[in-house]
């Protein structure tokens, strides 16, 4: 009997695969059919959401055309709206506290997962996640009537030193004996520190949980070769992390660009397109819907709902580009965003 | 054997920037490990000689791979883990304040059971790794040249050279083994440590990294952990048998010259194990 293939002869015809049925137990059927059903029904309850701001949208655009994405203007009584003030105000708060919330939120993380001794670490984990827990309301109280009064001064700093920048130029003199102190309130940047607060422990939870997961052999190899923790940490951790790390700030951004309850105590609403971020006065899409909603006209509410509707693109576009970049790395395989 | 003859045109980096790395002699004295209050070695005293290969062997559990962390102070990274005793590196105790953790390992050197390399790092960084994480400087011209020697010496140059910017990851098993091995030379250590660095390899690269482990000899006091008793009988030039007997710590029961362990073992349990009737 020779083992070698003899592909001449008659079974000279190469194998072709076979169907093969799973016989799954019916159990095994009728979750499978659940939790399909359960999906769909997730898809199907976002894709009516966009649907139903995308139909609503449509008589604005009608009715104002493409101005409305230009213009900046929000004044309903002589039909001139426009929200290009606005969508530039959201992205500046969100930038603000971007820029605020990314360095804390990895330093914490980094911290949490690679160096806090055990009692301190649980500790950690608890105030964060409680900083998560507490209501956007509450810290847009807080912000308002504890933290507006002190960030002030810090405003004022940023402008006298930094203030040939721009975008931290405010339009009041810094050196003033009394200097205009409602110049510096309601601000994208008083906005910005406060919803960090909020996008602080949301990025910090998906970091910490990639960090952990980073291999133990090439810790142990980098360790063993004589690196110093930080080194080990540097070379094996943060690379690992990477995919986790930019998700985890993604699923930030979508959190800042749609913060609510915060934002709508904190700023006073202005119109005009500014990039003067230490400046009083700004709108973002979330504080403009809730805030005009009680009395909006027919008109009026489908100019929201096509605020809306751009929000949850804008939201929809930044978490569709943090899934291709954390599916690409290693610890975004790992994760589930 | 002409594989080996072709790489045998080794460049020695060493003499040429005059760093002294000679291989050195270990000591273990009174050596005793636990995690947490579990008790795992009892007392250990082993003697390693320079430019030899001392072959620790024995049944699973018996804390041969808890010693050998210890000599590389791998042991304390864990958080429950505690140890009393010496480990003397030329007579120094590594465990002494005055020593840094990273110095001494970087002096003895560690090659894992599994391969691990750094996987997004070409070869050649990997290989340069452990200069870049120790701070240690060298200059453009030189690196290419101990990348050169050190995958030399690790016996992967002629497979590997026409691709050093591939990713570390994309190796085979038994390759990327030698590329841990060429990582570990590349910091110039006196002692190399190896954790069955061939159990998870297929009988050719085992082959390849037994003749890499007596060719390293004479440069690197080599001491290996393996379960293959007729590895350790080709390799070691010196052997030590663990055991522990059942809820009792770990310890040596003989140690020797390897001929002596396993032609003329003087402990009954030392001749049961290397004639294979348990473990």
Same mark, same amino acid.
Request: hydrophobic residues 45%; glycine residues 10%; charged residues 15%.
């Given at each position: 009997?020779?083992?070698?293939l003899?592909?001449s002869?008659?079974?000279a015809?190469?194998p ?5 049925d799973p ?9 499978? !059919?659940?939790?399909?059903t359960?999906?769909v029904?997730?898809l ?5 959401? !966009?649907?139903?701001?995308?139909l609503q949208?449509i008589p604005?655009f009608q ?16 039909d ?12 500046e ?11 804390l939120?990895?330093l914490?993380?980094?911290? +949490?997962?690679e ?12 105030a ?10 509450i810290?847009g ?13 810090v405003?004022r ?9 721009p ?6 003199d ?23 607060l909020?996008?602080?422990p949301?990025?910090?939870a998906i970091?910490r ?6 291999p +133990?052999g090439?810790r ?9 923790k ?5 070379t094996v ?5 990477? !995919? ?12 800042a ?13 202005a ?5 003067r ?13 809730? !805030? ?26 930044v978490?569709?580009?943090a899934?291709i ?9 790992a994760?589930?965003? | 054997m ?15 920037t ?5 291989? $050195? ?5 009174e050596?005793?490990?636990?995690f947490g ?7 250990v ?6 430019a030899?290969v &001392?072959?620790?062997?024995g ?23 505690q140890?009393?005793?010496? *480990? ?12 840094? *953790? ?21 070869i050649a960084?990997?290989?340069l790794a452990?200069? @870049?994480l120790? =701070?240690t400087? %060298?200059? @453009?011209?030189?690196r ?9 010496? $690790? ?14 990851? /994309? ?9 841990c091995? $060429?990582?570990?030379? $590349? %910091?110039d250590?006196?002692v ?6 061939c159990?998870?390899?297929?009988p ?6 037994e003749e890499?482990?007596?060719?390293l ?14 590895? /350790?009988?080709?390799?070691?030039q010196?052997s030590?048998?663990?055991?522990a007997?059942? =809820?009792c710590?770990?310890?040596?029961v ?6 002596q362990i ?5 402990? &009954?349990?030392?001749?049961d194990? *290397?004639?294979?009737?348990f473990?």
């Amino acid at each position: 009997m020779t083992l070698a293939l003899d592909l001449s002869g008659p079974q000279a015809t190469p194998p072709v695969p076979r169907e093969i049925d799973p016989g799954l137990p019916t159990g095994d059927r009728v979750f499978h !059919g659940a939790a399909r059903t359960v999906g769909v029904f997730v898809l199907v309850l976002t894709g009516s959401i !966009g649907l139903f701001l995308g139909l609503q949208s449509i008589p604005t655009f009608q009715h104002y055309g493409l101005n409305f994405l230009t213009r900046s203007e929000w004044q309903p009584a002589i039909d001139q709206i426009g929200i290009s003030a606005v969508v530039l105000g959201t992205i500046e708060v969100a930038v603000v506290a971007l820029f605020v919330s990314f360095p804390l939120a990895l330093l914490t993380a980094v911290y +949490i997962s690679e160096y806090a001794p055990g009692r301190l670490k649980s500790m950690l984990v608890s105030a964060v996640d409680l900083m998560a827990a507490v209501p956007p309301i509450i810290y847009g109280l807080w912000a308002v009537f504890l933290f507006q009064p002190h960030i002030i001064y810090v405003a004022r700093w940023l402008h006298t030193y930094l203030g040939w920048l721009p975008f931290l130029h405010v339009n009041t003199d810094p050196h003033a004996a009394v200097w205009e102190q409602s110049r510096y309130t309601s601000s994208v940047f008083v906005a910005g520190l406060a919803v960090s607060l909020m996008t602080i422990p949301l990025g910090c939870a998906i970091m910490r949980g990639v960090f952990a997961q980073a291999p +133990i052999g090439e810790r142990e190899a980098a360790l063993a070769l004589g690196a110093t923790k930080w080194g080990m940490v540097r070379t094996v951790v943060l690379p690992f992390g990477r !995919g986790g790390v930019i998700g985890g700030t993604m699923l930030s951004l979508g959190r800042a660009l749609g913060e609510t309850a915060a934002v709508l105590l904190i700023i006073s609403p202005a119109f005009d397109l500014k990039f003067r971020i230490l400046e009083a006065g700004t709108e973002t899409i979330s504080a403009l819907i809730a !805030g005009n909603f009680g009395d909006a006209s027919a008109t009026q509410l489908s100019a929201l709902l096509s605020a809306g509707f751009i929000l949850f693109v804008m939201t929809l576009c930044v978490n569709t580009v943090a899934a291709i970049f954390v599916n690409r790395s290693r610890s975004g395989a790992a994760t589930e965003i | 054997m002409s594989v080996l003859a072709s790489e045998s045109t080794t460049v020695d980096l060493r003499a040429a920037t005059g760093v002294a790395g000679a291989p $050195a002699q270990l000591d273990a004295v009174e050596v005793s490990a636990w995690f947490g209050t579990n008790f795992v070695l009892d007392r250990v005293s082993l003697s390693m000689p320079a430019a030899t290969v &001392t072959a620790l062997i024995g049944p699973s559990g018996c804390g041969k791979s808890t010693f050998l962390r210890i000599l590389n102070r791998l042991h304390e990274s864990v958080p429950s883990a505690q140890l009393a005793g010496k *480990v003397l590196l030329d007579g120094e105790d590594i465990y002494d304040p005055g020593h840094r *953790v990273t110095q001494t390992r970087k002096r003895i050197g560690m090659v894992f059971q599994k391969p691990n390399p750094f996987p997004t790092m070409s070869i050649a960084d990997n290989v340069l790794a452990g200069l @870049k994480l120790t =701070g240690t400087k %060298v200059n @453009k011209s030189e690196r290419s040249q101990l990348v050169e020697s050190c995958l030399t010496r $690790a016996g992967l140059w002629s497979e590997v050279r026409d691709r050093l910017g591939d990713h570390g990851g /994309a190796l085979s098993g038994g390759q990327q083994q030698r590329l841990c091995i $060429a990582r570990s030379l $590349a %910091v110039d250590p006196d002692v190399l440590l190896m954790d069955e660095p061939c159990s998870a390899l297929d009988p050719t690269s085992t082959r390849r990294i037994e003749e890499t482990i007596s060719e390293l000899r004479s440069e690197v006091t080599i001491v290996i952990v393996t379960h293959n008793m007729q590895q /350790a009988h080709r390799v070691s030039q010196q052997s030590a048998f663990f055991l522990a007997a059942q =809820g009792c710590p770990g310890g040596i029961v003989e140690a020797g010259p390897t001929e002596q362990i396993f032609n003329d073992p003087v402990d &009954t349990r030392t001749a049961d194990y *290397v004639h294979g009737r348990f473990g």
